[in-house]
């Protein structure tokens, strides 16, 4: 069950938070609301009367919209025609002739009356994630919602874009509409709620109002203390493990993803590569294992040439893998655990050889490893689609760490992952620096990043623009992240960002 | 603001990015410079210096295009040539298709010239035989691009000509009508669409699968009721009337063109119609839209109140009509009768037109007229002894759609959802 019992109250012209962490129902709750999923029980009531939403059609009948974690863009549209897309202008005719210019001109209309620049004939398969997400709210305003729901909508954007849009979420709420903002980001709730409901395991645990302390509310989410902060003493770099050289990665499209990095990680440091999404990092994690070949451009490990090597060669040459996509890279959901804790070394000793498996050998270790990273699941012998996502990724990091390693590649090692086992991640990931091992950490968040990292490095559009102290103001990182150098931030000298310095 | 600058940076990096060397255009322009000298060296040594005529009416009298066939062979074969190095010093991208096609058309002609030297090929009768010998592949891929823009597959498109083939047969035969057969083809194409629609958008059956379980359904039960009740008396249930032709007045006298558009039958006539109509419909009305967006992205669709199953029954339906009128060809226009498996694989290659003419109704069109062609001049090939073989020819539809799959000519790609079946999360 993802919702038991919550009761949930918007007034009008109000910003009303919905916090609580990956898993927590938030998301299910609200694809009740718009008519996606059917509630077993409970009533939904809109400006006095009771309704019931079979389908979003009748969600948005009653003046509901929806901005969704993933955007329901189609790609090949234009952007006028998405906009349009199920509340055409037509001329009449029997399949209803399209009236382009009407929908052209409602399009600015909407754009121009709330700021939010959009271009109606571009293909939104060619736009920025920030400006999809303009997209998607214009999409939901040109259809005169007086609830707007937004899931997760900071996620994809860089710190400045989610200054826009809670200044967006600010003017929507004075002109009267509500807009309910689902979040787990603390700092983000504060800056822009009016009132803040927090939901726990698909209950409501409380309500809260801004000025509530960080610490209280994440306490409030996660059902005990926590600590925000990650607990590391200062890194002693020593021999540069991994080196990157002129690195060009193309993603599928054949479009340059990593365009010419040059980049070291040395042992015993965290360096976090901080970018928005879809900026590159991706494939450049990817070209680092082996599971696409770079166009051009070195990459070697304690000076092995690793481009050109299979995978499971570089793997076991001692580097650790978290993938970023947990459920299709990172384990096999019908395995169980112990089958998952040796993917990589089932032909090995003592697991078994290239005929057999030692069941014993690997039920031991498994049960040995279940404790030692905390894993809570029924049994070593249960499938781990059924853990929870924090454990699921725990058993990720327990089998990528037990291979003596000398390099560790964390691609978003918390994303989904419930807020007590973040902790347990991120003290695993700074143990491992602290014995020597060169850690690459890879997140779309900064605070994870700022937290983790020794140094950081900005990736925007395929390049690394600057590489700066985790002490660096999160503004400037911000800008950065957004693609501007002409900051103060001074990017490391031989770093390819310096010579892209003032194009802004 | 940011956006402003994100647009700069993008553009700066696009143009400094240093290009592929081996790009389409240059793959494109070897190919046509290899099959130029091709054409030029092989057929140009190969064909007799006589003259080729390539006459308007139907014998080898009256006006006629002539040229030697010799000379036009390697002078056609120089014209691929010349537009695969165009392509490869390059040329703007807009030229790209027309150079490709000038090429490609090169190459055929230069191929006619060997064939035809010393010899003479009726040009009318060549045109609207290709016509006609495309009029069924016209049909089927209009069906295969209805279902799958809308995000269903349909490999059913030679069960849905089959089933039309035997319903049109029967039913033209005991009511003496060509419309109540070609009525009733439709109805026996919807019949599998049904079947294809409800196994794959309500119980999720995967498409391919249950499209090719239902052209052995089509061929099953079309061929046990071909033998117990059409061949034991055929005069009463298999001899169907056969379709005629209607000739338009005026512009039936239009040369070339007149006797081959207005000088035909009513189906030919309905395929271009359709053509036209799927090709305006998709992209400029409500109906189109939707349709796309339920083939690109479904959930999308579904999330701005639009029934994405309800609209993918509709269009695999219609689909369906618009098949099964095309398997009426083949006993109201092609022959007076149903045999056993008559289709022979025709739903195959109207699906490779589907594929060849990338999802578009007017690809669809351009690449069945192609096929068309190709089957057309198999026939005449075989007729004058050609030494080619005429499997050559009917192998081209195969071919080509390999060709077109494996990216050589433009990108290929098939609307995004097509072949998933939408479930509600």
Not at chain 2, 83 to 99: D, E
Request: aromatic fraction near 6%.
């Amino acid at each position: 069950m993802a919702n038991d019992h919550i009761d949930l109250t918007v007034e009008p012209g109000e910003v009303h938070a919905l916090l609580g962490e990956n898993g927590a129902g938030k998301s299910t709750l609200m694809n009740q609301l718009y008519g996606l999923l059917q509630p077993d029980s409970g009533e939904i009531v809109v400006d006095g009367t009771p309704r019931t939403f079979r389908s979003p059609r009748d969600a948005i009948a009653a003046g509901i919209g929806m901005v969704h974690q993933h955007f329901m863009l189609v790609p090949v549209f234009t952007v006028a025609e998405n906009i349009a897309l199920g509340a055409e202008e037509t001329r009449g005719g029997p399949l209803g002739w399209l009236d382009r210019r009407r929908s052209r001109r409602d399009v600015l209309e909407t754009s121009q009356r709330y700021g939010l620049p959009v271009d109606p004939d571009a293909l939104v398969e060619n736009l920025p994630v920030g400006a999809q997400q303009r997209v998607e709210i214009v999409k939901a305003l040109t259809r005169d919602v007086d609830l707007l729901i937004l899931d997760e909508p900071t996620a994809v954007l860089t710190p400045q874009e989610t200054e826009d849009l809670l200044a967006v979420m600010r003017g929507l709420a004075e002109s009267g509409k509500s807009v309910v903002f689902i979040t787990h980001k603390l700092k983000e709730v504060r800056a822009i709620a009016d009132r803040i409901t927090v939901i726990r395991r698909g209950r409501t645990v409380g309500t809260a109002t801004p000025d509530t302390a960080e610490d209280e509310l994440a306490a409030l989410m996660v059902g005990r203390a926590v600590s925000l902060e990650v607990q590391k003493t200062p890194a002693e770099p020593g021999r540069p493990v991994l080196k990157l050289s002129g690195l060009i990665v193309e993603d599928d499209r054949g479009v340059r993803a990593v365009d010419g990095v040059d980049l070291v990680v040395h042992a015993g440091e965290v360096l976090g590569v901080a970018g928005v999404q879809g900026n590159g990092q991706t494939e450049l994690v990817e070209a680092v294992l082996g599971l696409r070949p770079p166009r051009a451009g070195t990459i070697q490990v304690d000076n092995e040439d690793l481009v050109g090597m299979s995978t499971k060669r570089i793997l076991r040459s001692g580097v650790g893998y978290v993938p970023e996509d947990r459920s299709t890279d990172g384990v096999v959901k019908e395995f169980t655990v112990a089958e998952n804790l040796v993917l990589d070394m089932y032909d090995r000793a003592p697991y078994g050889n290239a005929f057999r498996l030692d069941a014993r050998a690997i039920a031991t270790s498994a049960a040995e490893r279940i404790k030692q990273f905390d894993v809570r699941t029924p049994s070593a012998d249960a499938a781990v689609g059924t853990l929870s996502g924090g454990n699921q990724q725990k058993v990720v990091v327990a089998r990528e760490m037990s291979r003596p390693l000398r390099l560790f590649i964390a691609a978003q090692p918390t994303r989904g992952v419930d807020v007590g086992s973040v902790e347990f991640i991120h003290s695993r990931i700074v143990h491992e620096r602290d014995v020597g091992t060169a850690v690459l950490v890879v997140s779309s968040e900064l605070d994870e990043i700022i937290g983790l990292a020794d140094r950081i490095a900005v990736m925007y559009r395929g390049r690394i623009l600057a590489i700066v102290s985790p002490d660096t103001p999160r503004e400037e990182i911000g800008l950065l992240m957004a693609g501007i150098t002409d900051g103060s931030a001074a990017p490391e000298p031989g770093t390819p960002g310096a010579a892209e310095k003032g194009t802004t | 603001m940011s956006h402003i600058s994100t647009a700069t940076e993008q553009d700066l990096a696009e143009a400094t990015a240093p290009k592929r060397f081996w790009n389409r255009q240059r793959r494109l322009g070897t190919a046509l410079v290899a099959i130029g000298v091709l054409a030029a060296a092989l057929f140009g040594a190969l064909a007799p210096s006589e003259t080729a005529r390539f006459t308007l009416s139907e014998d080898a009298e009256g006006a006629a295009l002539s040229i030697n066939g010799q000379l036009g062979a390697v002078l056609f074969g120089i014209v691929a040539i010349g537009a695969g190095v165009a392509l490869l010093v390059g040329v703007a991208k807009r030229w790209q298709t027309t150079l490709l096609g000038l090429g490609i058309v090169g190459f055929v002609l230069s191929f006619l010239c060997w064939q035809v030297a010393g010899k003479f090929m009726p040009l009318v009768d060549t045109a609207s035989g290709s016509l006609e010998l495309a009029l069924p592949l016209i049909l089927g891929a209009l069906a295969g691009v209805l279902g799958e823009r809308s995000g269903v597959v349909n490999v059913a498109i030679e069960g849905q000509f089959l089933m039309g083939a035997f319903a049109a047969a029967l039913v033209g035969t005991m009511a003496t009508s060509v419309w109540f057969g070609l009525l009733s083809a439709a109805v026996g194409g919807a019949l599998i669409a049904a079947m294809l629609a409800v196994l794959a958008i309500r119980f999720l059956v995967d498409q391919v699968v249950v499209g090719i379980v239902l052209n052995l359904f089509a061929v099953g039960v079309t061929g046990f009721l071909y033998e117990r009740l059409m061949q034991p008396d055929a005069q009463s249930y298999n001899t169907p009337p056969q379709m005629e032709t209607w000739r338009i007045p005026v512009l039936a006298d239009i040369p070339v063109i007149g006797p081959v558009l207005f000088e035909t039958n009513f189906l030919v006539w309905l395929a271009l119609i359709l053509v036209v109509a799927i090709h305006f419909g998709l992209s400029r009305t409500r109906w189109g839209l939707r349709t796309r967006a339920v083939g690109e992205h479904p959930t999308a669709a579904d999330t701005v109140g639009i029934r994405v199953r309800g609209l993918r029954y509709a269009n695999v339906l219609v689909g369906g009509l618009v098949a099964g009128a095309g398997g009426a060809y083949f006993t109201l226009v092609a022959t007076g009768s149903f045999t056993k498996n008559m289709t022979s694989g025709a739903g195959f290659i109207a699906l490779a037109a589907l594929i060849f003419g990338r999802w578009t109704p007017v690809g669809a069109l351009g690449a069945a007229l192609f096929f068309g062609f190709a089957q057309k001049l198999a026939t005449y090939l075989s007729a004058v002894g050609s030494p080619v073989p005429s499997q050559f020819l009917n192998m081209l539809p195969y071919l080509a759609t390999i060709v077109a799959v494996a990216g050589l000519v433009g990108r290929v790609r098939a609307p995004a959802a097509d072949g998933q079946p939408y479930l509600k999360s």
